[in-house]
């Protein structure tokens, strides 16, 4: 097997392996999507892939863990015997079932799993040209020292530093970017190259003969095993002038025993480097696994159909509230719901890609199944602000239309009561009201039977307007504004108020709602408040503690506990003076806006009425 490692052609030929040739065809186009540097290969057959390496230039080897006759591990050893600096990297669905420490220590250079985002073929991409570039490095290293000596060096000759002169080694580590150092089998470096050394924030020369411990946190003694390559992530201990926290790659290499040379340092002749450390800066790499987490989570958990698709308006992601996202990757919507139905939407997906314009709560019907989805559907941008493809959520809206048609046929009828009451009932009473006004003016006529017939006409009179102001704001509200409280409260107040009362907001705030409905309520309660607290009556507004909605109470006597819900019913009152609708109409002003209300003590023992469920407007 050759490598394709010269300066000239900075490109990294991969062999992906899997026994899913359909993932394979897939992971091939987002790899290279993701970097030019990449050509990617593949092969489904572990077997074939191994005899693959003997005759193609491969620069590294991508794997998955189980597969038939020979699985990710056999492989591994495989390639491992034969082909010692191959970076070996697992890309696979079982990173759960794997002993990661264990593949590691077999020679695995990293291990990811597979999902579905078209992101973690970045993540994978990023990966492998990081081992690529590890690789070439120490090959870089190593092979130029023995052309240089002529025979088989070794990678460091302390003594050679300590004398004030550098190695050939020590000359190559110093330009290359990743970061090289060398240590005893007690992990103290006898060799640390400027790349290094920027890495944890300190000055090369320092480092020389410091223990590594002293510079790493969680970087233990057993770390420089001198039986196996070891891979950590690991955080370097920065001085407060540092910069904010890092996670470094570090991957430690024992020196075969035949290469390890005596050097001059504190121990003498006992100083042996025993150790290669390179390492590289991941942490954007370690937070952006962080945030695929995340991600990954949101797909599984969201209970709606979250989705993403390529430029070709392909589903490459899809939450798990669809029955089987599996089958949809891939596909368009034209090839997963049919011509008739998902044509729209499919041209809908590739003028949101073309444009770039968003689509924001579309309405869509399935006239089959009798359902509907709201769906919005934004572009998906890279870092460059290139469009890659869309993000969208669809949600099932059938129950809310169902019940918004119930609504609509509701207030049709309470529409139909409405015009009975304002003019097939209303009429004969104004009627019957003038014919007694007649009888007493004209005739003369004064009995206490024509001022109780009048008072019953009046009474059904006011009445009659409560249960059409009940009908009328029984209506569910479908079109609401930001409403100032203290502007309605204070027109509310100015109609209500007699004698010595108070009004007492507690601050300003807005309401979303209907403004003539919330001007029915205010009132209606401040009418009940001076109807049974008396005229110097104090009342307070204002919102809930936890902004769950706002409160209106009084200091009057309140209501018994085992009369509030009785309250609540049409006609009820304790009071002459009352029709009993009052309340009534408050709630049913509430349940329009699709609030709970509940009626409570208050601070001073007065009536509390609360509203829950509202949404608030900052005008900020």
Known sequence: MSHRGDDSDPGIRVLHVDDDPGLLELSARFLERATDRLSVATESDPVRALERLSTESVDCLVSDYQMPELNGLELLDAVHDRYPTLPFVFFTGCRSEMDVSDVFSRGATDVLE?????????????????????????????????NRSGNEAPFRNPTASLNG???????????????????????RVTYANDAFASLIDRDSESLRWTDLREHFDGLESDAFDPEAQRRLEIEPKLGEDGADERVLSVTITPVEPSRRERGGGPNGPNDRTASVLTCEDVTERVAYEHDSHLLEALFEQIPAHLYVKDEAARHVRISNEYPNPDEVIGKTDVEVYGAERGTKSYERDLRIVDTGEPMINVVEGNPETHRYFLSSKVPWRNDDGEIKGLIGITRDITERKRHQRQLERQNDRLRTVASVISHDIRNPLNLASGKLQLLEDECGIESVHLSDAQHSLDRTHDLLESLLSLVKHGQWVAET?????????????????????????????????????LLQLFENLFRNAALHAGSDVTIRVGPLEDWSGFYVEDDGPGIPADERERVFESGYTTSTEGTGFGIPIIEVIAEAHGWDVRLTDGRTGGARFEFVGVDFYDPT
């Open 165 to 187: 002169a550098s190695s050939p080694t020590d000359e190559i580590a110093d330009h290359v970017a990743v970061g090289v150092c060398t240590c005893t089998d007690e992990g």
């Open 481 to 517: 504004d930001p409403v100032s409280v203290e502007t309605v409260t204070g027109l509310c107040w100015r109609h209500v108020a007699a004698g010595a009362g108070v009004l007492e907001l507690d601050q300003e705030f807005y309401v979303v709602g209907d403004e003539d409905r």
């Open 114 to 146: 597979k999902n579905r985002p078209a992101e973690q073929y970045e993540l994978l991409a990023h990966r492998v040209v990081d081992a690529v570039e590890r690789a070439r490095a120490r090959r870089e290293l190593s092979e130029r020292e023995r």
